[in-house]
């Protein structure tokens, strides 16, 4: 081999490795401003809630897990294979439709806190779930007051409720122990409701709490039990989201309700014929992808 044949392939590698390298450089560059918005995916996991919130902080945020393991491969799809942390899981209360992808979640995700309001619920999967939480030595808080979490970057998760310690409290309907929250970013508000009933929303109503959001998770999949019109006149979302599954058995969403959201004009979004559903904050306005 020639002396001058050998630089021509010096000088082609030296060029090929600069090239990979500014592509490198640049998927970086797009991958964190593309992460650097907040992002909040209610995810296809059939019929139940599951909400990935993920901040510009980089901190994931999981409210609820759904039934079964479809939580695992719609994460998959949102945290990268190297991403297998959860910084805060919320369950919002312990039917099997909240919980039930729970105990996977925490089998195969470093989940650094669990936030939870410790209801008296006897169903082997809540046991299962309080087992397990214990075996792992998770930090836990139980939420016993309404509480606010800064999360930097201009965001924080406001618990609006339960007002109080509940975890000795019995129910007549678990649906209402559900918490309830709302994510503050970049003057953007996202209204998370749970299951709690129309008794719950009548309270929150009467206390004359701020529950005007720009996003609205309707509470119990779209029930007629909950998704009072007091409440959403309130609330006065651009957007609502309902977390159901396809051909369920429920009757979710009820009619009346999605009536109820046409006459405050907000825009439906349903897992059953959307999937997933993302939104995120770019530049202080609210997107769809």
């Not at 401003?33 to 992002?39: D, F, G, K, T, Y």
């Not at 079964?68 to 369950?91: A, M, N, P, Y």
């Not at 007051?145 to 975890?167: K, M, Q, R, T, V």
Request: aromatic share 8%.
């Amino acid at each position: 081999m020639t002396l001058l044949r050998t630089k021509k392939i010096r000088k082609r590698l030296l060029i090929t490795a600069i090239l990979v390298v500014n592509t490198a450089l640049i998927y970086y560059w797009l991958f964190v401003n593309l992460n650097a918005n907040l992002s909040v995916s209610f995810l296809n996991i059939g019929q139940g809630d599951a909400i990935l919130i993920q901040t510009p902080g980089e901190q994931n945020i999981l409210i609820d897990s759904g039934d079964g393991v479809k939580i695992i491969e719609e994460l998959s799809t949102k945290l990268d294979w190297f991403d297998r942390q959860i910084d805060l899981f919320i369950l919002t209360h312990p039917h099997n439709d909240h919980i039930g992808g729970a105990i996977e979640v925490i089998k195969r995700y470093k989940v650094k806190e669990i936030m939870y309001t410790n209801v008296s619920y006897d169903s082997p999967l809540y046991l299962a779930l309080l087992s397990i939480i214990k075996e792992k030595n998770i930090k836990t808080l139980v939420i016993d007051a309404p509480i606010n979490i800064n999360f930097g970057n201009n965001c924080a998760l406001s618990i609006i409720y339960p007002f109080e310690d509940i975890s000795a409290k019995e129910f007549e309907n678990i649906n209402n122990s559900s918490v309830v929250s709302r994510l503050d970013c970049e003057n953007k508000k996202f209204l998370l409701a749970g299951d709690v009933e129309l008794e719950i929303e009548e309270i929150l109503v009467e206390a004359e709490m701020d529950l005007k959001a720009d996003v609205y998770k309707a509470s119990h999949h779209g029930s007629d039990t909950s998704n009072g019109q007091a409440f959403l006149d309130l609330v006065q979302p651009e957007i609502t989201i309902i977390q159901v599954g396809a051909d369920n058995t429920f009757g979710h969403p009820s009619l009346r309700t999605l009536n109820r959201l046409e006459r405050i004009g907000s825009k439906v979004y349903r897992n059953d014929l959307d999937g997933t559903i993302e939104l995120y904050i770019n530049n202080g306005e609210l997107l769809y992808r």
